[in-house]
């Protein structure tokens, strides 16, 4: 790890972390802690290396500390007069942190940034990295040629009482706006991928995407597709599993359930069982049902001549195919009067 320059504020009393700061007093001997309680003498150095005797260091006669290394990896570290009073935060240059000439960033395990007054250090660190602007706060852009991501957020801490450490939040309180951009021009990969891998442990009640709607009344829509610039070609949705396309919608509209892989549904609607023992194709919901209590039974079409459909009444409301020859069966001859 490397030692950082500090402070990047040189002046004491325009950096509290609680009271009114140090005095601006010429010639104060003050001592460097590693930790906001200030038990814990700081290991730092002169800039040439050589040790710093008890951590003490004297305000100079415009008031303001001297130059120093700061511990390995440090940034941040706390002030306070030897003689007693209040503790000051003071934080590592950045320009000892961020090299001009580096390839490679390694950020210090404590370090609050705020946009302001050169290169933006803040005063009072909150957490490892702390970034407060009026404008753009940040812009991470790769433009070389490895094989590795521009940017990653990674959570690697795990246990009971961590179930809302997610890796990435991003709240917005901006009414006018989607909360997060995902754009790309991928040829043979998902814009967006989410990838669910199973933990040793039950994972029954997890999601691969959770959508929740908040707030009572709301219109928001859970799923919206939109192609606003003209027909598509590919599916709109599609959910395969086992080796077959449990439910597609095509670009034209029309719907597979059951469907084989990359089949394209015969008709608006193709409800394909998922084998020759599965008669059942769906159950009619309360009021849709045919009136009396035995069923109904239809010859329909079929690409190999007819078949059956046999619809249940009011105690059932099943629709199963009893006989058809071929691959599939046309319901447009299934006709009934509902219940009432």
């Known amino acids: 790890m490397a030692r950082y320059t500090f402070p990047q504020n040189r002046l004491l009393a325009a950096a509290p972390t609680g009271g009114t700061g140090l005095a601006a007093t010429n010639g104060l001997l003050v001592r460097v802690y590693s930790d906001s309680a200030a038990t814990m003498l700081a290991d730092i150095q002169t800039l040439v290396g050589g040790a710093i005797p008890n951590s003490e260091l004297t305000v100079d006669s415009t008031s303001q500390l001297p130059l120093f290394l700061g511990p390995d990896g440090v940034g ?23 090299p001009l000439a580096s390839d490679r960033l390694t950020m210090p395990s404590s370090l609050s940034l705020r946009v302001g007054d ?4 803040g005063l009072v660190p909150t957490r490892p990295l702390d970034v407060l602007a009026a404008g753009q706060a940040g812009f991470v852009q790769s433009t070389g040629t490895q094989n ?23 709240p917005s309180d901006n009414e006018y706006a989607s909360s997060v951009y995902v754009s790309g021009v991928q040829q043979q990969r998902a814009t967006l991928k989410i990838t669910h891998t199973k933990p040793a442990v039950d994972d029954s009640a997890v999601n691969a995407l959770g959508i929740e709607l908040k707030g009572a009344g709301t219109a928001c829509q859970g799923i919206d597709v939109n192609a606003p610039d003209g027909a598509t070609t590919g ?6 599993n086992n080796g077959r396309d449990d439910f ?18 015969f008709g608006l609607l193709d409800l394909r069982p998922y084998d020759a023992s599965t008669k059942g194709l769906f159950t009619l919901p309360a009021g849709y049902r045919p009136t009396g209590n ?8 079929a690409n190999g001549g007819y078949g059956q459909i046999t619809v249940g009444a009011v105690a059932t409301g099943n629709v199963r195919v009893d006989n058809m020859a071929g691959t599939w069966i046309a319901l447009d001859d299934v006709r009934f009067r509902a219940e009432q």
């Open 294 to 301: 035995g069923h109904l039974s239809f010859a329909c079409a």
């Open 148 to 170: 590795n991501h521009a940017l990653t957020a990674y959570q690697s801490g795990n246990g009971a009482g961590l179930d809302n450490a997610v890796a990435a939040n991003f």
């Open 235 to 240: 599916n709109l949705l599609r959910l395969r």
């Open 118 to 121: 050169k290169l933006g250090v």
């Open 76 to 98: 941040t570290l706390y002030v306070r007069a030897v003689a007693g009073g209040p503790i000051s935060t003071i934080n590592a240059r950045l320009d000892s942190i961020l």
């Open 248 to 265: 597609v919608v095509k670009g034209t509209g029309r719907v597979g359930i059951g469907v084989a892989t990359g089949a394209t549904p």
